[in-house]
């Protein structure tokens, strides 16, 4: 039987890198439904979780694969389920009972072209938006880009020890180029690796108040069978848990939960500079956008062009003030993602009326190349 | 000498275990009162579970409830033990989570007609499927109560709702067979008045090992009974007089029928191994070879 942690280095895909980053993290429970192009981080779990005590469940569909990982995260098991866009858009809806309910899990999206059915075996980084914005009210969550397979197992750590000091659901927004490209991946030594678990409570458990904040606004968790006799629902509810329909329960309730991310955005946001300090031109991208934007600004500085790629690893919270303070020094930015324009919107509206903002971007199904971000900087600035 | 006697104790304070509801220690006391209607049925039923999860003597740390949302839903936010009021549809899945992920957990769903049946519909049938260990109590009360009376996948043929003005198109589920059909391994119906039954069919189902189903038909005065202008005692008459148990009876026997007689009883009560037994045998050999 393997180990936990596969030490050594591996030519894998980038769902499987996923699979072995979420075991090495400490994950658990793996709720599943197949879909193109997230199964391998599936068929991965399936093969590996059994062996190491954990458990694999397919399910009948997302809605399902979703729900059973928020059960699982209250026996106190780290959770992960992981789709592609008609599955992220069916679990919607319970990643607004995560938020609320303040239940870690990482959902890993690895997405193809849509909207629909669209292009299930073709890639896409149109889903971005639905990450931030797609269940209802609102809410803030955490959301990552891998840019390689060895993103896909550092960053999926990464999504859950984020996950589990918020409480708050982390997407690993992925794409199919990543997620079935093949390259090198290191995995390290098994005492090298960080991992973070949920704050754990402590007194009387009588007394206990499972919403009642610690320091950084999270409150400790406690798991089913303790003794806390918990209630945890998806209404709007008081430190107690319970329900409590009113204006003043509802505020409180909502500032702490944007709170949690709004107040620890230095600890959340991850971000790359390449060449950043003397670039006229600012690339924004994530993703297997961003391996196509260090090229672009590598051949643009050949022609002489200052560009610099501000590379997002975490996308959501949006790194506001970072691209603020861009905006005060440089000619404009141009954002790549392959998407008709979603990210750039962010960047358009950090930027304001200061100086322009650009979109290389297309309609999904392959990737964009660095002739046309060249192109497009030639042309506008 | 006799009255003194008396006063005496009357000034005395009675005795603790009589003050005390006797589950007292399972209710969340400072959330009553709680939400259900006069003349709901809901009450009676959670009454009957939680006497059920004493009368197993199983420690309440190892219980939780999983409730979806409508009026039943609620029940998850009652219970003194570890409980979740998830979304519409989806404690099955939810409970499918804890129970997996830590099978000394008896997981009990307490949820309605229109949660487990419509939008949970698809759930159901494949945690039966699987013989999922956990127990699923399903009060059919034959609309969407908390709404205020829509047509749910239970309600009569031709019965009025607040979407089926004009009498309900649609044909009723019948649970038991579709329970028996989909592979769980315990299923049986009561109604609410039968609360001693109803007690001993949720320890039998507590107790069971694999995916356990008990319909507890039940009125809902306010937005079933009224609008189809039955009064709700003689609904509750009817679950006395228009009832029969047959325990073992055949699955095409159990659709829901006051003039024919509705069949009430344990229906099947059988043994198939379930995910988490099998889990941990597959882990077991896989450890040997």
Same mark, same amino acid.
């Not at chain 1, 059973?68 to 866009?85: D, E, F, N, R, V």
């Given at each position: 039987m ?5 030490t ?21 429970f ?5 879909? $193109?192009?997230?199964?391998? =981080?599936?068929?991965r779990m ?20 979703? $729900? ?12 992960? $389920? ?8 069916l679990?919607?809806? $319970? ?5 609320v309910?303040?239940t ?23 889903d971005m ?9 609102d ?57 973070v678990?949920r ?18 606004? =999270?409150p400790?968790?406690?798991?089913i ?6 209630h945890v629902?998806g %209404? ?13 329960t ?16 230095n ?7 390449? %060449?950043?300090e ?9 993703? =297997? ?24 690893i ?21 954002t ?11 960047v ?34 | ?12 304070a ?23 209607c ?7 039923? /959670? ?48 409970a ?20 487990? /049946? ?17 127990? *699923? ?9 908390m709404?205020?009376?829509q ?51 949720? *320890? ?6 694999g /995916?356990? /189903?008990?319909?507890v ?14 009064k709700?005692?003689?609904m ?37 191994p379930?995910?988490?037994?099998i889990?941990?045998?597959?882990r ?6």
């Amino acid at each position: 039987m393997e180990p936990k942690v596969l030490t050594g280095e591996h030519f894998i895909n980038g769902d499987t890198a996923c699979a072995e980053g979420a075991i090495a993290a400490g994950c658990t429970f793996f709720g599943a439904y197949p879909i $193109t192009p997230a199964t391998e =981080v599936a068929e991965r779990m399936a093969e590996r979780l059994p062996d190491l005590g954990g458990v694999f469940i397919q399910m009948e569909d997302e809605i399902a694969a979703i $729900t059973s990982i928020l059960g699982a995260a209250w026996t106190g098991a780290k959770t992960m $389920t992981a789709t592609s866009g008609p599955g992220f858009s069916l679990m919607m809806e $319970t990643v607004g009972l995560a938020v609320v309910t303040e239940t870690p899990c990482v959902v890993v999206n690895v997405q193809r072209g849509g909207p629909s059915t669209g292009l299930p075996t073709m890639g896409a980084q149109a889903d971005m938006m639905q990450a931030r914005w797609g269940s209802h009210g609102d809410y803030e969550i955490i959301a990552i880009a891998p840019s390689s397979p060895q993103e896909m197992f550092d960053l999926t750590i990464l999504a859950f020890n984020l996950s589990e000091t918020y409480r708050v659901p982390v997407f690993i927004m992925s794409d199919e180029v990543v997620g079935h490209m093949s390259e090198k991946v290191v995995i390290p030594k098994e005492s090298k690796i960080k991992t973070v678990s949920r704050p754990r409570p402590s007194g009387r458990k009588d007394r206990f108040k499972p919403y009642k904040p610690g320091p950084n606004g =999270v409150p400790p968790m406690p798991t089913i069978g303790e003794g806390y006799n918990v209630h945890v629902t998806g %209404l709007t509810h008081d430190e107690q848990g319970y329900p409590v329909m009113s204006v003043d329960t509802q505020k409180e309730m909502m500032t702490r939960l944007l709170g949690k991310i709004r107040n620890n955005l230095n600890d959340i946001i991850r971000t790359e500079a390449y %060449l950043l300090e003397d670039a006229d031109i600012v690339i924004v991208s994530y993703g =297997v956008s961003a391996r196509t934007s260090y090229t672009a600004v590598d051949m643009l500085r050949e022609t002489g062009i200052r560009a610099g790629l501000l590379r997002l690893i975490t996308v959501w919270p949006f790194p506001e003030d970072q691209i603020r303070e861009l905006a005060k020094k440089v000619k404009g930015f141009v954002t790549v993602e392959i998407n008709m324009g979603q990210i750039s919107r962010e960047v358009e509206r950090c930027a304001g009326s200061r100086v322009p903002s650009y979109l290389v971007g297309h309609a999904g199904g392959t990737v964009i190349t660095p002739d046309a971000v060249i192109q497009k900087i030639k042309e506008v600035f | 000498m006799a009255t003194a006697t008396r006063q005496i104790k009357a000034k005395s304070a009675p005795a603790e275990d009589v003050m005390k509801h006797p589950l007292e220690d399972l209710i969340r006391t400072e959330r009553i009162p709680h939400i259900w209607c006069p003349g709901c049925g809901i009450g009676t039923v /959670f009454s009957a579970c939680l006497s059920a999860i004493q009368q197993t003597g199983i420690d309440y740390g190892k219980f939780s409830m999983v409730s979806g949302i409508g009026c039943s839903g609620r029940g998850a936010g009652y219970v003194r033990l570890d409980s979740f009021h998830t979304t519409h549809g989806r404690a099955i899945p939810f409970a499918t989570g804890i129970k997996m992920a830590d099978p000394s957990v008896n997981v009990i769903v307490f949820s309605g007609d229109g949660d487990l /049946f419509a939008i949970g519909g698809n759930h159901f049938i494949h945690a039966a499927r699987r013989n999922m260990d956990i127990t *699923v109590i399903c009060i059919n009360n034959f609309i969407y109560g908390m709404t205020g009376g829509q047509v749910a996948a239970t309600t009569p043929h031709m019965a009025k709702s607040a979407t089926t003005p004009y009498g309900n198109p649609d044909s009723p589920f019948n649970l038991p067979m579709l329970a028996i059909a989909s592979g769980a391994t315990y299923v049986a119906r009561w109604t609410m008045i039968h609360s001693r039954d109803l007690t001993n069919a949720f *320890v039998e189902a507590i107790n069971h090992r694999g /995916f356990s /189903f008990i319909e507890v038909l039940s009125p809902c005065p306010i937005n079933y009974a009224r609008r189809n202008k039955i009064k709700t005692m003689d609904m509750v008459r009817q679950f006395q007089n228009n009832t029969i148990i047959k325990n073992h009876a055949d699955p095409s026997e159990m659709d829901i029928d006051f003039q024919k007689g509705v069949v009430l009883g344990k229906f099947i009560d059988i043994d198939r191994p379930t995910p988490d037994e099998i889990l941990a045998g597959m882990r077991a050999q896989r450890n040997n070879s």
